[in-house]
């Protein structure tokens, strides 16, 4: 199956400071992937779906403002958590969407803000 | 609303028993129902899926699931759990294909030996 390789793994920041979530499909081009967002013992909730060279298309509740998703290009998707507060901790998942054949998922990035 | 229950936080069976994780979902029409995997450190990985069809659908792993209209469910099974099956494994309904999965909370399930 296809390669999805998310970065980093984990990151504790500063309230207050932004962070960067990478997304990146190694072995296909992906013009469509999704951002999760995982609360413990809860679902995983989606909060935007990116679009190659477009506007990312946020789910309602979601603050676009905070969450910033950029894709760039057909590889790379970025989420970037601005001004990030202790409540924004969490397991953040993106998925890559191969044709509408089927979706491959990045193993996570936890943020913890302290 | 779409929406899906897994009513199994955790799950605790012995190697070589029989394992049965249930999934509940809200639907209007006939969903896209699907199973997927976790382990630690790992994306989450596709055990099966149910998009139309022969309502008995096989996986990889030996897992196998059940889509019962009438009970709107889409319970996972497998006749003999391995240790390696230890992990989290989530239930998923969408209206298109793989394009906007809603989860279910999970179900963890430990192994016995």
């Known amino acids: 199956g296809a390669v999805v390789s998310q970065h980093p793994s984990r990151v504790i920041c500063k309230s207050g400071t932004s962070v960067k979530i990478e997304c990146r499909s190694l072995?296909?081009?992906?013009?469509?992937m999704f951002w999760y967002r995982q609360f413990p013992k809860k679902s995983l909730m989606l909060m935007a779906t990116?679009?190659?060279?477009?506007?990312?298309?946020?789910e309602q509740g979601v603050e676009k403002d905070k969450f910033l998703i950029n894709h760039a290009s057909l590889t790379l998707s970025t989420l970037t958590v601005t001004s990030a507060h202790p409540e924004d901790s969490s397991f953040y998942i993106c998925?890559?969407?191969?044709?509408?054949?089927?979706?491959?998922f990045g193993q996570g990035t936890r943020l913890t803000v302290v | 609303a779409q929406s899906v229950t897994q009513p199994d936080i955790h799950i605790t069976v012995s190697e070589g028993a029989s394992l049965e994780l249930r999934c509940n979902y809200s639907?209007?029409?006939?969903?896209?129902l699907f199973w997927y995997v976790q382990s630690p450190g790992q994306g989450l990985q596709l055990l099966l899926k149910?998009?139309?069809?022969?309502?008995l659908v096989q996986g990889i792993k030996g897992f196998e699931a059940e889509f019962k209209r009438s009970q709107s469910s889409f319970n996972l099974r497998k006749p003999s759990v391995h240790w390696s099956d230890a992990a989290e494994y989530f239930c998923?309904?969408?209206?298109?294909?793989?394009?906007?999965?809603?989860f279910g909370a999970g179900t963890r399930l430990a192994v016995h030996p």
């Open positions: 998925s890559v969407l191969t044709g509408n054949t089927e979706a491959f």
């Open positions: 072995d296909f081009q992906a013009t469509t």
């Open positions: 990116s679009n190659e060279g477009s506007k990312a298309t946020y």
């Open positions: 639907y209007g029409a006939t969903p896209y």
């Open positions: 149910y998009f139309s069809g022969d309502t």
């Open positions: 998923a309904v969408s209206r298109d294909g793989y394009n906007k999965l809603i």
